[in-house]
């Protein structure tokens, strides 16, 4: 991996080398791999379809390929997150639309048994995170993209919920047993889970205290380093008090 991060001056691989030299031998470094295009209501699935023919989105939703851990790209979720993803030795969760990929220590317990129906719950790699009292780190980007509020989303009273559907491969660990066949073993399941919204994260952000933020730089680039059980607890509350 020799793309640049934009705005630190470093390649992906040299930033991955000093990240996993600042967390140590011990410690475990963790992206979000997301692969948000494998769905049907997705706004990234959305822009791939629009000005298609009906017959030309069923065609297109025949030729989707269905979500491997081990090969899928991540979408949308920058360099770094590749780097994680294909380092040597890194591990990735199976949830086929929200999966976190990881490397060193622990890595492969993290990301195992994510299940279809807590994308950023707490059964996900993000609330094992939680509960363990992990830092989030987040380079040259705003709270509008901070993935650790999802989680806020699965805490607060009665959270709306909606249907997904997305391609998998038949009888993928951690997944129903039965999916509709589309082509030989792959096929689209859908699940029901809560409707994930990110319209008000950078709001949310902006009410952050300010005290549980480290600022810093790395090269040329911003950064924000917070406690997420820190993040999730303001992010609840402040949901619990505005959303409506």
């Not at 992206?31 to 298609?52: D, E, M, V, W, Y």
């Not at 030795?89 to 994510?114: D, I, K, Y």
């Not at 995170?129 to 989030?136: F, S």
């Not at 009273?157 to 951690?174: D, F, H, I, S, T």
Request: charged residues 20%; negative net charge; contains cysteine.
């Amino acid at each position: 991996m020799h793309a640049s991060l934009g705005g630190t001056g470093l390649r992906a691989d040299e930033l991955l080398g000093a990240l996993l030299a600042a967390v140590g031998p011990r410690g475990t470094l963790v992206a979000p791999a997301f692969t948000p295009q494998n769905s049907k209501t997705s706004t990234a699935h959305l822009a791939r379809i629009a000005g298609l023919s009906e017959e030309g989105v069923r065609e297109f939703r025949a030729r989707m390929p269905a979500f491997d851990p081990a090969h899928t790209p991540s979408h949308g979720m920058g360099v770094l997150a590749e780097a994680v993803r294909t380092a040597p030795g890194a591990a990735r969760s199976g949830h086929p639309q929200t999966p976190f990929a990881a490397v060193g220590e622990g890595a492969r317990e993290l990301c195992a048994e994510h299940p279809l129906t807590s994308h950023l719950g707490e059964e996900s790699p993000l609330g094992k995170m939680c509960g363990k009292g992990w830092e989030v780190l987040m380079i040259n980007v705003g709270f509008s993209v901070c993935t650790a509020f999802h989680l806020a989303e699965y805490r607060i009273p009665k959270p709306p919920l909606r249907m997904y559907e997305c391609v998998v491969k038949v009888n993928q660990p951690g997944l129903p047993g039965r999916q509709p066949e589309r082509s030989e073993g792959e096929g689209w399941t859908a699940y029901e889970d809560i409707a994930l919204d990110d319209s008000d994260f950078a709001e949310i952000g902006r009410a952050f205290p300010e005290e549980g933020i480290r600022r810093g730089r790395i090269g040329g680039a911003s950064t924000m380093l917070f406690a997420l059980p820190h993040a999730v607890d303001h992010a609840m509350e402040w949901m619990t008090e505005n959303r409506r």
